[in-house]
Nanobody, 115 residues
Framework: QVQLVESGGGLVQAGGSLRLSCAAS????????MGWYRQAPGKQRELVADITRGGSTDYADSVKGRFTISRDNAKNTVYLQMNSLKPEDTAVYYCTYSDYRFRSWGQGTQVTVSS
């Protein structure tokens, strides 16, 4: 299995920025993808952004142009830079790791954007 430790959530005003980090450890396969999902109260968990080890990225339409995902392969760490935050970005953000064997999830970090 792969263990994921997230950090960087918090409370920010609308228009502000936050940076989430997630470090992976354990049985990491050389070909993998890491990313971020989020879940707001009463809503389904949704993809925010993901990135392959080679650097290919995918973003939800709602965050394109505002969020940037990146990773440091040497540190097995993925980052999510969130700019121009909106109240509708408020959610628990979950880090995820996946390869051909399984998908692992972090414990989640709360992001709250006040209006």
């Amino acid at each position: 299995q792969v263990q994921l430790v997230e950090s960087g959530g918090g409370l920010v005003q609308a228009g502000g920025s936050l940076r989430l980090s997630c470090a992976a450890s354990g049985s990491i396969f050389s070909i993998n993808a890491m990313g971020w999902y989020r879940q707001a109260p009463g809503k389904q968990r949704e993809l925010v952004a993901d990135i392959t080890r080679g650097g290919s990225t995918d973003y939800a339409d709602s965050v394109k142009g505002r969020f940037t995902i990146s990773r440091d392969n040497a540190k097995n760490t993925v980052y999510l830079q969130m700019n121009s935050l909106k109240p509708e970005d408020t959610a628990v953000y979950y880090c995820t790791y996946s390869d051909y064997r399984f998908r692992s999830w972090g414990q989640g970090t709360q992001v709250t954007v006040s209006s």
